[in-house]
């Protein structure tokens, strides 16, 4: 610190002992000691890696380029503020977004991190997320998970690898899972020892204040994370237990810290979760697992399974159906909704199924949100057709596009061909689609079999016109 001053000794005494203070506020947090670990950092990756690959296959990923930069921005200046003792330049850092409403968060050896939607919507700042992603990379860059694993155990890395996603996919929290009784061994990377959770904790605030975080607010996080846990409790804090007075620790913790560059906050927290209010409704982990594990969300829980060669026609009587905060819309009653990665569809019985990893559908209609930088709504579907066409190569223009009301904005619709690769036959396909306020794309994308578009061109017409956007 650079000082001129007339007052000549006394300024250089104020100037020194401004130095001792935060000497000795620096000095005074707590030294933590990484565990002993039979593992080395590079099995750490590679068994992250593994999982993680797991992990991906059977929870549903948002992939929404605004939420994913949030998280990005916020992860990546927590991993910069590591400090030097406790960093690995083998780890690889990721974090990413899971589609699904439980307040919930976790990550794995190595340095993948998974966030739950409903922890960012939980959140009242950006503070308060970085509290529980710090707590999470703390344990990483400890290595709880490994240095857990080879107390409780004698298997081998590849071993190890297959049990991950048997503690994340098989009740955590106690949720009624498929795999539920795979719950064992993979906890070992999940929930940890108090004493462990207490070295989070703390390294986790001093990670916050070298980042510009002021780690009171992991703390509040955690108070936040304990109210809006629901009758059942919330899902992280019964992975991750209470190590004992937790709260006062953090915030004694915190009290000796020096934040570095505080107030740097975004700002983004509100536009990412008036965004994530806007999407249809997330599943929870455990109607995740119940529809067998596998990557899912937006929608209600409803009918999958095979396909049919014979689906029921459209009903002549409607059901209104709120779709989170975003639209509501009135479908045939016997057309049930179907989760759909991001989107919600609703389909009558037999139209819907898995294939793979890739949701099909014969008949019915999907509503969904895509992400849309151009204002200029011809432009946005264009690009959005040549989207679709990607997965859909036999994806054909079979008519021009009409300027319709959609939503009460003004849309266009769009019919198409495409050869269903679930049956083979030609189906035709309408899609409709209006901007929103911030130029992202809301669409619909009505599908029927061409030898029965009679039947269903009015239907999938009625449903578009009773869209409601809030």
């Given at each position: 610190?650079?000082?001129?001053?007339?007052?000549?000794?006394?300024?250089?005494?104020?100037?020194?002992?401004?130095?001792?203070?935060?000497?000795?506020?620096?000095?005074?947090?707590?030294?933590?000691?990484?565990?002993?670990?039979?593992?080395?950092?590079?099995?750490?990756?590679?068994?992250?890696?593994?999982?993680?690959?797991?992990?991906?296959q059977e929870l549903?990923?948002?992939?929404?380029?605004?939420?994913?930069?949030?998280?990005?921005?916020?992860?990546?200046?927590?991993?910069?503020?590591?400090?030097?003792?406790?960093?690995?330049?083998?780890?690889?850092?990721?974090?990413?977004?899971v589609n699904a409403r439980d307040i919930n968060a976790f990550a794995l050896p190595g340095g993948p991190m998974f966030i739950n939607?409903?922890?960012?919507?939980?959140?009242?700042?950006?503070?308060?997320?970085?509290?529980?992603?710090?707590h999470e990379l703390s344990h990483v860059v400890l290595r709880h998970g490994t240095a857990q694993a080879s107390q409780a155990t004698k298997y081998q890395l590849g071993?190890?690898?297959?049990?991950?996603?048997?503690?994340?996919?098989?009740?955590?929290?106690?949720?009624?899972?498929?795999?539920?009784?795979?719950?064992?061994?993979?906890?070992a990377f999940l929930r940890f020892s108090r004493e462990y959770e207490r070295q989070a904790d703390l390294l986790g605030a001093q990670i916050m204040a070298r980042a510009g975080y002021d780690p009171m607010q992991m703390a509040t996080m955690f108070e936040t994370i304990r109210r809006q846990g629901g009758s059942r409790g919330p899902e992280w804090l019964s992975s991750h237990p209470n190590p004992g007075n937790r709260q006062e620790a953090i915030e004694k913790e915190a009290r000796m810290l020096q934040v570095r560059d505080q107030d740097r906050e975004s700002g983004n927290l509100a536009a990412v979760q008036a965004r994530l209010e806007r999407m249809p409704r997330a599943l929870s982990t455990e109607e995740i697992a119940r529809r067998?594990?596998?990557?899912?969300?937006?929608?209600?829980?409803?009918?999958?399974?095979?396909?049919?060669?014979?689906?029921?026609?459209?009903?002549?009587?409607?059901?209104?159906?709120?779709?989170g905060k975003l639209f509501s819309v009135s479908v045939p009653e016997n057309w049930q909704p179907v989760p759909a990665g991001n989107a919600v569809r609703f389909a009558p019985e037999g139209a819907s199924a898995s294939s793979g990893r890739r949701q099909v559908f014969t008949h019915g209609i999907e509503f969904g949100v895509a992400a849309n930088d151009s204002a200029?709504?011809?432009?946005?579907?264009?690009?959005?057709v040549s989207a679709f066409a990607q997965s859909n190569p036999g994806l054909k223009v079979a008519g021009r596009a009409q300027r319709v009301e959609f939503g009460g904005r003004q849309g266009l619709r769009v019919t198409l061909r495409n050869a269903s690769s679930a049956t083979g036959r030609e189906e035709a396909v309408v899609l409709t689609a209006a901007?929103?306020?911030?130029?992202?794309?809301?669409?619909?994308?009505?599908?029927?079999?061409?030898?029965?578009?009679?039947?269903?061109?009015?239907?999938?017409?009625r449903v578009n016109d009773s869209?409601?956007?809030?």
């Open positions: 610190m650079k000082h001129s001053s007339p007052l000549g000794w006394r300024a250089h005494l104020h100037v020194s002992a401004l130095v001792l203070l935060l000497g000795v506020a620096a000095a005074a947090q707590t030294p933590i000691t990484p565990p002993d670990n039979k593992f080395t950092p590079a099995e750490d990756v590679k068994l992250g890696r593994e999982a993680a690959q797991q992990v991906e549903p990923i948002l992939r929404d380029q605004q939420v994913d930069a949030f998280v990005d921005d916020v992860g990546r200046r927590l991993a910069a503020a590591v400090p030097p003792a406790f960093r690995h330049p083998e780890f690889e850092y990721s974090f990413t977004v939607r409903g922890m960012i919507t939980a959140a009242r700042t950006e503070g308060e997320v970085a509290g529980v992603m710090a071993q190890l690898a297959g049990q991950v996603i048997g503690a994340i996919v098989g009740g955590t929290a106690g949720a009624v899972i498929a795999q539920g009784s795979q719950f064992g061994l993979g906890a067998g594990g596998s990557g899912g969300g937006g929608g209600e829980v409803g009918t999958t399974g095979t396909l049919s060669a014979s689906v029921e026609p459209p009903s002549r009587d409607f059901r209104t159906h709120e779709v200029d709504l011809e432009e946005a579907t264009q690009a959005l901007l929103l306020d911030g130029n992202d794309l809301f669409y619909s994308v009505g599908v029927a079999p061409v030898s029965e578009l009679g039947t269903y061109r009015q239907a999938l017409a869209v409601r956007l809030r």
